[in-house]
């Protein structure tokens, strides 16, 4: 997997955060060619080795409380922003780059996932929508559509399946012994007005950074969606379903 061009795409891009200062210094260091090129050899010595540098895993929670709340007495009157490395972001979106590129190039992503991946937007989930009803009108046929949502869908992938999963969709073996170590040992501190907590540890699930969660929970549901999908022809049931990252349709 090769950095070099995705950084120097990743550098012209707007990166979004919450730090956009940091973002700001950071440019101008990968417009040095010696900078840049230490970033590359960091980025590509971590996938060479399986290994995740363990201050890209550490994370500051900032407790902040949700406003025009009628008591704060409960934790859903509170959210967090999540500080993270601003380094290690650079590298998290060239992963993730790289890795839609080529599990779309190889046709492994299931053709009903429409949800944050480069070749797919929301415009196409209404288009197949609507070519649907409208092919099935034209037969006269009702349509009958259930929306879901999964909740806490980033925090309940199994990171532990997940790495099995690049396997299956050809990747080197060296991209799941990356991922094997990087979605391990991570940790947070929680820092409110002027308290911050120890460290604690958060191997859960998936972090819900767009950088890397949605192509990773692509990845995680094209497996299921395939066994889903063998299910419904096997029982011979009628269904169509259109997926966008942790929400969906099933429609008949």
């Given amino acids: 997997m090769e950095f070099r061009n995705a950084i120097h795409n990743s550098n012209n891009s707007s990166m979004p955060g919450p730090n956009k200062l940091s973002w700001y210094y950071l440019k101008i260091i990968v ?5 840049l090129s230490k970033i590359i ?52 979106k060239v992963i993730g780059e790289r890795l839609q590129f080529h599990a779309i190039t190889n046709d492994f992503i299931h ?7 480069k070749k797919w937007s929301t415009i196409d989930v209404g288009v197949v929508l609507t070519h649907f009803i409208y092919m ?12 879901f949502d999964i909740s806490q869908f980033f925090l309940s992938l199994n990171y532990h399946l997940l790495p099995k999963n690049f396997d299956k969709a050809g ?27 120890q460290l604690f540890s958060v191997d859960v699930g998936v972090d819900q950074d767009l950088a890397l969660s949605s192509i990773l929970s692509a ?34």
């Fill in 31 to 35: 417009n040095d060619s010696v900078c």
């Fill in 41 to 92: 050899d960091i980025a590509n010595t971590c996938f060479d080795i399986g290994f995740s540098p363990s201050h890209f895993k550490t994370l500051m929670s900032i407790i902040i409380s949700k406003p025009n709340k009628e008591s704060y007495n409960s934790s859903k009157s509170f959210k967090s922003i999540v500080l993270l490395n601003t380094v290690g972001k650079l590298i998290k």
């Fill in 111 to 117: 053709f009903s996932q429409l949800g944050d991946l």
């Fill in 136 to 147: 099935r009108c034209v037969k006269n046929i009702n349509t009958s559509m259930l929306a």
């Fill in 171 to 197: 990747f080197d073996p060296k991209v799941s012994k990356f991922f094997g170590n990087y979605l391990v040992g991570w940790q947070t501190n929680y820092v409110w007005n002027n308290f911050s907590s």
């Fill in 219 to 252: 990845l995680y549901l094209s497996s299921v969606l395939y066994v889903f999908e063998k299910q419904l022809k096997n029982l011979k049931i009628s269904i169509f379903f259109l997926s966008f990252v942790d929400y969906g349709l099933l429609i008949t």
